[in-house]
């Protein structure tokens, strides 16, 4: 046993172990001169009680049971996402409906290919117009019907798009997701 | 792809015997894809394998023409059908359309993985996990319509009219981005299925290439074939954001 008392500055740093029943184990004179200490300083007491309490009080704790629907919910979370599948199929009738509408208003795949060829030269005329060696193309008239059902068509293919892009394998979260 | 090891003895130039065959196959499927011709439903034929017929040129036609075939080997190798009702059988022109077809695409898929090495594998990791390649097909069907509408919408615009062709050319560098990494995929396929040994990623995809070029001049299926892969390679683009590890995010947009 050592003829110095402990410093109140040893035995906080020694407080832990003492506290856990390490330095029984290992030191026991130590341990001994750390319990002589403690009898007789105050705040070193006051410092041995927290710390002895706050394993007790962590132990004291009881863990909050889990919801009902805990189960579930990771199951849905990890699951294939059946109601985004069933989405992802249901948008395909609304699409090929209005394709078929475009396609039967520009008549068939005539008017399809009318449109790219007419896309080409009027492309080659504006870049004339851009050099000075010709006029600027004239805009086709358009039925505002048209306009809405492809404005229609490339609404829900883009809505369509994120779906399978949240359904394929590996995506990231949803911001509402992320969230919660 | 260094996961198994080559047992075998003969398993040591599996790659090679399996590039040939495809190789081969690529060979004898686009002369019977030349020989079946332009007839529906097959009606771009000619624009992967060539036509059957050699055309000669003329006094008052363009002697343009035969100037990058000047041997005319080809000529000397045309035989009849066997079967009544198809065209002539031409392996020259089929071996020509091997070796530019094939070899542009084979080309251009090994290109775009040594360029995009990290997305590729990203992107190829995607499209192996479960429901990958039917989301990649629904993504580029879906793509495809997207893109028509607003390229029709595009085009009843003047100030809009010369973005058409960046639209179709980012459209195109997608499909040939998710073809190559498609490519991959199908090598890895073969190195798993036929247990092939490890080889250079490269190879595999090398062999996953010839397969789609393969798959592109089946007769009459072929046109189709090539259409769904390039769908599905850019469907496979678009859902993994060419590859990227980070994915379709708006995080950044919300603060």
Redesign the interface.
Known sequence: MNAVPLACARVRVLLESYVDGDLARDDAPLAAEMREHLAGCADCRRQHHQAVSVPFRLKALISPPPRASLLADVMSSIGPAKTGYRRAWTLVAPEAILAAFILWYLSGLDGLSSIASGIFGDLQSLAGWGSGTGQLPSVPRVDIVLLIALIALAAIAGYHLSILIRLAPGALPTRRAARE | MNDSSPGHPGRRYGWAIVIGILAVAGVLLALADISAGNRWPNPLAQSIVGSGITVRPTPSGNPQTLRFDRSRVGDRFIFDSPIAGFGPLNPYQALRAFLSNGAGLVLLALGALVVFPSRARSAV??LE????AE??L??GL??V??T??????L????LF??V??LVLLVSLVAALFGIACISLAIGRLLHRRLRLPSVHPLIAALAGALVVFDLAVIPYAGVFALAAVAMAGL?LA???RFGST??????DL?W
Not at chain 2, 129 to 132: L, S
Not at chain 2, 246 to 251: D, E, H, L, R
């Open positions: 990791e995607r996990a479960r429901h990958g989301i990649a629904g993504a879906v793509m319509l997207l028509l509408a607003v390229i029709t919408l085009r009843f615009t003047l009219l010369a058409v062709p469907g678009v859902v993994t980070s994915g379709w995010s708006f995080v919300d």
